[in-house]
Each structure stands twice: as structure tokens, then as C-alpha cells.
């Protein structure tokens, strides 16, 4: 619009207003001023309202990219140690399943067979130790343990004879 202004010459422009006076009439032009005047304001008003609403779309956008940004941080901070602790124990895991494959397939040294084999000696022969001593204990005890009883029951016996008698 300014292009086409400055295209203008004074001259054309005091032409142009001299047909606007005597086609419209002295007392019609402030009329049509303020009715211009209305329009031009009410456009910068509506071009402000546009960009005062792109200005507080955007800065909600970037609010909403600040937040966003902040959850993906705060996951990332909380998802990187229970990442590593997963790592940690599927290390441990493999390790622990190689060792006992190892121990189960290996059928050498450190074979399950072998590893156990001399506790479970020993636990056998402390058995077999611990039902000797039982045995033998029961073997001393159960001579006295019979002459005990047969004095009591001959006591007993005696007794109950001495009770009939009276």
C-alpha cells in the first residue's frame, strides 16, 4: 500500500480529495473519517489480539517443551540405575549358570560329584560312628536296665503277696 502511495504525486492525491468533497458533500466526510478512523483501529486492535495470542501460544509451547524435557530427564535419570542394576544381576546370573553348568557337566575337579564327594564321606561315616556308639550303648544299658526291673517286679510281687496275706 505504501508502494502505491508513494507512486502518488501531491497533486493527485489534492485531485482525489476534491472529488471525494464534492461527490460525498462537506457534511458527510467526518463521518466517513471516523468510520475509517473505527475500521483501521478496530484491524490493529484484532492484529493485536493475533499477536498476542501467538505470543502466548508459543511461550505455552515452550513451557509445555520445558516440562516435557524435564519428565524425559527425570526417566532417564531414574531408568539409567535400574538399567545397570539389570545388567549387573544378568552378569551375575550368567556367571553363576556357568559356574554351575561347570560344576554339573565338568566331571573333573570341580564336578558336583566330586566336590561332594568327601563331605558326603564323612557325613557317612560320622553315621555309621554315631549308630556304632548307639549300639553299643544299648548293648551296656539293656543288661542292667533287665536285672533293674526284674528286682522291682520282685518287689512288687512282694508286695501285693504281703497285701493278700493281711
Known sequence: MLLF???????EILVILLFVLIFFGAKSIPGMARGLGKGIRQIKDASQDIQDEIRKTTSDMQRDMNVNRALHD???????????FKKDIENSASGIKKNVNGILNDGGEKSLE??????????????KASADQINKN?????KPIS?????SDNKI???SDQENNS
Open 157 to 159: 510281687e512282694r508286695k
Open 74 to 84: 527425570a526417566k532417564n535419570k531414574i531408568e539409567a540405575p535400574i538399567q545397570n
Open 147 to 151: 536285672k533293674v526291673n526284674t528286682s
Open 138 to 142: 544299648i548293648n551296656s544299658e539293656s
Open 5 to 11: 502511495i508513494n507512486s502518488i504525486a501531491g497533486s
Open 114 to 127: 566330586n566336590t561332594m564327594e568327601a563331605p558326603i564321606k564323612d557325613f557317612s561315616n560320622d553315621l
